[in-house]
C-alpha cells in the first residue's frame, strides 16, 4: 500500500529539497567563477602581497596546488575605484583648465611682455612635458588629464600670441595657420606618445579648419571653399583608413563625413544655379572629384561604409553629368537630364567595382528615380481627386478641357517632364519584369561579387543560393535565401509597379497637354477597361509575378473607375455613358474572372454603377430626392433576385450586401419626408422578406424584415399625426401574441423574443414614443400599468422579452413622469450637494466592487437562463 503524505508535510519536503538545490547550485557557480579566474593569465602588475595559494586555489607556477574551498572569495584589492579615480582628475583637470583661462583673460594684462612669454612658455611646456614623465610610471589617467590641459593652454597660446603679437593680424587668416600649427604639434606628440588617446583626435579635429578658413580669410569664390572642403574630407578619409586608434578614425570619419557633405552641398547649390552649361563644369568637377573620392574609400572600407560611400558617389555623379545638360533645359525639363544620368549609372554592374560599392551606386540611382516620381505625385493626385469639386455642381455642362474639369490651381508648365518620368520608369520596370532572365543575366556579376560577409567576393565567385536548392536565390527558385526577397517577388513587384506608373503616366499626360474634355473622359474609360482586362486576363500564369500585376490591377481599375466616374459629373450626357460602360464592364469582368475575390469586387463595382444610374434617372426625370428614393431601390430589388439565382455563390454575399447598401441611401435620401420614408422602409422590408425565402438568409432577413416593416408603421402613424396609436397597433399585438402562445405551447424551447418580442415591441414602443410628449396623465398611468403587469408576468414565467421589454418601458416611462420633480429637487439643493452624492456614490461602488460584480454576473447568468 503506498503512504502519500499530508500536503502540508509534503509542502515542507519540497521547500527543503529546492533549498538543497539553490545552495548546490550556488556553490557551483562559485567553483565555476574561480576556475575561469586559475585559467586566465596573470596580471602584467599584480597587487603586492597577493597569495592566491593561501586561499587553496593553485599558485601562476603551482597547478597541482590543492584548490580552495568553495565557499571562500578572494580579497579585493584595497585600490580605489576606477570611476572615483576618473572623476577627480576630471575634476582636477578641469580646475586647473578654469585657472588658465582665467589667468589668461584677466591676469594677463598686469604683466610685461616678458613675463608673458615665460609664464605661457613654462606652464605649457610643463604640461606637455608632465604626461610622458606619468606613462613612464604608469599613471595612464593622470597623464590623460594633463594632455587636456595642455591642449587648452596650447590654444590659448595661440590667443595670446594673436593678442599680443600680431593684433593687426587678420583673425581668419591667423586662426588657419594656428590651426594648421597645432595639428601638426599636436599629430607629433600624439605619435611620440602613443600610450594617449588625446592627441591624435584632438590634430584632426584641429585639421579641419586650415583650408576651410584660409580660402575664407583670401576672399575665395564658392567654387574654392568647395574644393578646400574636399581636400580636408579626402584628408579625413585617409585617416579614417589608415590612423592610430580607434579615437582617430571615428573622429576623422565623423570630421570627413561632415566636410565631404558640405562640399558636395556647395557643388550642388553652384550645379543647380549655374546660368549656362559652361558654368555647370566647374562645379561639375568638383562632384566628380567627390565621387571618386568616395569610391576609393568605398573600395577598402567594411561593408556598411563600403554602401555609403556608394551612395555618395552615386549621387555625386548624377548631380555633376546631369547637371551640366539641366542648366541648358527649360525649367519643366531639366529632371530628365538628372534621370538620364541616374539611368546611366546602372552600367556600374558590368564594371570591376566592389560589390558592396556598386550596390550603393545603384541604391542612388533609384533614390534619384523615387524623388523625380515623388515629384511627380502632386500633378496625379490633382487629376485623381481634382473632379470631386464637380461633386457640388453636377451636370453644369461640359468643361472646355482636362484642366478646367479638375479645377486645380498647379502649375501645370513646370509639370511637363512628369508623365515622361512616370512612363520611362514604367516602360523600364515593364522590361524587367518582361524580361527578367536577360536583366538577370546582365546583373549577375555584381551579384555574385556580392558576399554574404562584410567584404566582396572575387569576380566570378558563386552568389548565396537558396536553401534547399543548388541554385542562387536571384534564378526565380521558388524559395529565397535567409533575408532576401524570392525572384517571383521581385519580378512581381517590378510588374505591379509598372503597371501603376504607366496607368498614372497616361492620365497625368492629359492633364498636361489639356485634352478636351470628351477625350479625358474617354481615354479614362479605356484605361479601366485596359485595368481590368489585365486582372481578368493577366499574362501567362507560367510567368512568375503575373500574380501580383494582376492584383495590382485589381486595386487600380476600380480607383479609376471613381476618378472617371467622377469626372463625368460635369455633364449629363457623359456620366450615363461612363457609369454605364463602367457597370457593363466590370459586370462582364466578374463573369469572366477566375477566384472569389476577383469576382466579388468586379460585382460590387458593377452594383454600385448601377445604383448610381437609378439616382441620375431619378434627377432626370426632376423627381426630389425623397421622390428618387424608390426607384433608387430597383438595385437592391434586383440584387436579391441575383443572390436567390446564385444561391452559395461566393459572389451573392458581397453582392446582396452592396445591394443593402443601395437600399440604406435611398432611406437617407427619403428622410425628409416621412411618407415617402414609410414606403422606403415598407419596400425594404419586402426585400428583406423576399431574400428570406432563403433558407440561409432566413435567421437575418427574417428579423429584418419585421423590424423594417414596424419600423414603416411607426413612421406612417407619426405622418398622419395619429394620436391614438393603440387603436392601430393592438389588432397587430394580439393576433402576434396568440400566435406566439401557440408557438410556445408546441415548442418550449422557443425564445420568447421570438414568440411574444414583435408583438409588444409593436404597441409598447409606439405608446411609449406618444407618452413622452402627451401632457395629459392618463396615458402614461396605463403604459406603466400594463408594463408593470409585463415585466411580472415575465419575471414569474422566465422569459426574457417580456421581463426586457416591460422592464425598459416601465423605467422609461416613470422617468418621464418624475423628472419634472427631480429638476425641482435639483434646483432646490445647494450646488455641492449633487457632486458629493456622486462621490459618495462611487467610494461606495468602490468599497463594495466585488460584490456589485459578483450582483452582475448573477443577474446575467440569471438572464440568460431565461427563454
Known amino acids: 500500500m503506498e503512504h502519500v503524505l499530508p500536503p502540508a508535510e509534503e509542502l515542507a519536503r519540497l521547500d527543503r529539497e529546492l533549498a538543497e538545490l539553490d545552495a548546490r547550485r550556488a556553490q557551483l557557480l562559485t567553483r565555476r567563477a574561480w576556475l575561469l579566474a586559475a585559467l586566465r593569465p596573470p596580471a602584467p602588475s599584480a597587487a603586492p602581497g597577493w597569495n592566491p595559494s593561501a586561499w587553496g586555489a593553485p599558485g601562476t607556477g603551482r597547478p597541482d596546488a590543492p584548490a580552495r574551498p568553495w565557499g571562500l572569495v578572494p580579497p ?60 613612464k610610471r604608469g599613471l595612464t589617467a593622470t597623464a590623460e588629464a594633463l594632455t587636456a590641459l595642455a591642449l587648452v593652454l596650447t590654444l590659448l597660446d595661440a590667443y595670446a600670441v594673436h593678442a599680443v603679437a600680431a593684433p593687426d593680424t587678420d583673425g581668419l587668416g591667423f586662426t588657419a595657420v594656428a590651426a594648421a600649427v597645432l595639428a601638426a604639434l599636436w ?8 600610450r594617449l588617446h588625446l592627441p591624435l583626435p584632438a590634430a584632426v579635429v584641429l585639421g579641419q579648419w586650415p583650408l576651410l578658413f584660409g580660402a575664407w580669410a583670401a576672399g575665395a569664390p564658392a567654387s574654392v571653399v568647395g574644393w578646400a572642403l574636399l581636400a580636408t574630407a579626402v584628408l579625413d578619409g585617409a585617416i579614417a583608413l589608415w590612423g592610430r586608434g580607434t579615437g582617430t578614425r571615428v573622429t576623422a570619419c565623423v570630421g570627413g563625413s561632415v566636410m565631404g557633405a558640405s562640399a ?43 554602401r555609403a560611400g556608394g551612395v555618395v558617389a552615386g549621387l555625386a555623379v548624377v548631380a555633376a553629368v546631369g547637371g551640366v545638360p539641366a542648366a541648358a533645359l527649360p525649367e519643366g525639363w531639366r529632371v530628365l537630364a538628372y534621370i538620364s544620368a541616374a539611368l546611366a549609372l546602372t552600367a556600374v554592374v558590368r564594371t570591376g567595382l566592389p560589390g558592396n560599392a556598386a550596390l550603393g551606386v545603384l541604391v542612388a540611382s533609384a533614390a534619384v528615380v523615387a524623388g523625380a516620381l515623388v515629384g511627380a505625385l502632386p500633378g496625379l493626385a490633382a487629376v485623381l481627386l481634382g473632379p470631386v469639386t ?15 474639369a479638375l479645377g486645380s490651381t498647379l502649375p501645370w508648365p513646370e509639370l511637363r517632364a512628369a508623365p515622361v518620368v512616370l512612363a520611362v520608369t514604367a516602360a523600364l520596370l515593364g522590361s524587367a519584369y518582361r524580361w527578367w532572365p536577360s536583366w538577370v543575366r546582365i546583373a549577375e556579376p555584381l551579384i555574385a561579387r556580392e558576399a554574404p560577409g562584410s567584404g566582396a567576393t572575387a569576380a566570378g565567385a558563386p552568389a548565396a543560393a537558396a536553401p534547399g536548392t543548388g541554385a542562387p536565390w536571384y534564378t526565380g527558385g521558388a524559395s529565397a535565401a535567409r533575408g532576401r526577397p524570392s525572384a517571383a517577388a521581385l519580378r512581381g513587384a517590378a510588374g505591379a509597379a509598372a503597371t501603376v506608373l504607366g496607368w498614372g503616366a497616361l492620365l497625368l499626360a492629359g492633364a498636361v497637354l489639356d485634352v478636351p474634355y470628351a477625350v479625358a473622359v474617354g481615354g479614362e474609360t479605356v484605361l479601366v477597361a485596359g485595368l481590368l482586362a489585365l486582372a481578368v486576363h493577366g499574362t501567362d500564369g507560367g510567368r512568375d509575378g503575373s500574380a501580383a500585376v494582376r492584383g495590382t490591377a485589381l486595386v487600380v481599375a476600380p480607383a479609376g473607375a471613381v476618378s472617371a466616374g467622377l469626372l463625368s459629373l460635369a455633364s449629363e450626357r457623359a456620366s450615363y455613358a461612363v457609369f454605364g460602360a ?25 452594383t454600385a454603377g448601377c445604383t448610381v444610374l437609378t439616382g441620375f434617372a431619378g434627377r432626370s426625370l426632376g423627381l426630389a430626392p425623397h421622390e428618387a428614393a424608390p426607384l433608387v431601390l430597383l438595385v437592391p430589388a434586383l440584387t436579391v433576385l441575383l443572390g436567390a439565382g446564385l444561391r452559395r455563390d461566393p459572389v451573392a454575399t458581397p453582392v446582396e450586401l452592396t445591394g443593402a447598401l443601395g437600399a440604406l441611401v435611398a432611406v437617407g435620401l427619403a428622410v425628409p419626408d416621412a411618407p415617402f420614408l414609410a414606403l422606403v422602409l415598407a419596400l425594404c422590408g419586402v426585400l428583406a422578406a423576399g431574400a428570406a425565402v432563403r433558407p440561409e438568409r432566413r435567421p437575418v432577413a427574417g428579423h429584418l424584415a419585421a423590424a423594417l416593416f414596424v419600423l414603416a408603421t411607426w413612421v406612417r402613424l407619426g405622418a398622419s399625426e395619429v394620436s391614438f396609436p393603440e387603436a392601430y397597433t393592438l389588432p397587430v399585438t394580439v393576433p402576434a401574441l396568440v400566435a406566439g402562445f401557440l408557438r410556445r405551447r408546441k415548442d418550449p424551447e422557443a425564445s420568447s423574443w421570438t414568440a411574444y418580442g414583435p408583438g409588444l415591441a409593436v404597441t409598447l414602443l409606439p405608446s411609449l414614443a406618444v407618452a413622452w410628449t402627451d401632457p395629459d396623465w392618463r396615458r402614461p398611468l396605463l403604459l406603466g400599468v400594463a408594463a408593470l403587469v409585463i415585466t ?3 419575471a414569474r414565467h422566465r422569459l426574457q422579452a417580456l421581463l426586457l421589454l416591460g422592464g425598459a418601458v416601465l423605467a422609461l416611462d416613470g422617468l418621464h413622469e418624475l423628472a419634472p420633480y427631480v429638476v425641482q429637487v435639483a434646483g432646490a439643493l ?33 438572464l440568460g437562463r431565461m427563454r
Open 76 to 135: 579585493k584589492s584595497p585600490s580605489a575605484p576606477r570611476g572615483a579615480q576618473n572623476v577627480l582628475l576630471t575634476l582636477g583637470g578641469l580646475l586647473l583648465t578654469i585657472a588658465a583661462i582665467a589667468f589668461t583673460l584677466v591676469s594677463w594684462g598686469s604683466m610685461g611682455i616678458g613675463g608673458r612669454s615665460a609664464v605661457l612658455a613654462l606652464v605649457t611646456a610643463g604640461a606637455l612635458a608632465a604626461p610622458a614623465v606619468l606613462l
Open 792 to 794: 411580472l408576468l415575465g
Open 582 to 606: 463602367l457597370a457593363a464592364l466590370f459586370a462582364g469582368a466578374a463573369v469572366r474572372a477566375r477566384g472569389g475575390v476577383p469576382r466579388a469586387v468586379f460585382a460590387v463595382a458593377a
Open 830 to 862: 445647494p450646488r455641492w450637494l449633487p457632486p458629493a452624492l456622486a462621490g459618495l456614490l462611487l467610494l461606495v461602488v468602490g468599497a463594495t466592487y466585488e460584490q456589485r460584480l459578483r450582483d452582475a454576473r448573477r443577474l446575467k447568468d440569471a
Open 187 to 194: 599629430t607629433g606628440y600624439g605619435l611620440a606618445l602613443g
Open 390 to 404: 464637380l461633386l457640388p455642381d453636377a451636370w453644369a455642362g461640359p468643361e472646355e478641357g482636362f484642366r478646367a
Open 264 to 306: 558636395l552641398l556647395v557643388g550642388l547649390t553652384q550645379s543647380v544655379t549655374a546660368s549656362g552649361p559652361l558654368g555647370a563644369l566647374a562645379p561639375g568637377a568638383l562632384l566628380l572629384t567627390a565621387a571618386a573620392a568616395a569610391l576609393a574609400g568605398a573600395w577598402r572600407a567594411p561593408r556598411g561604409v563600403a
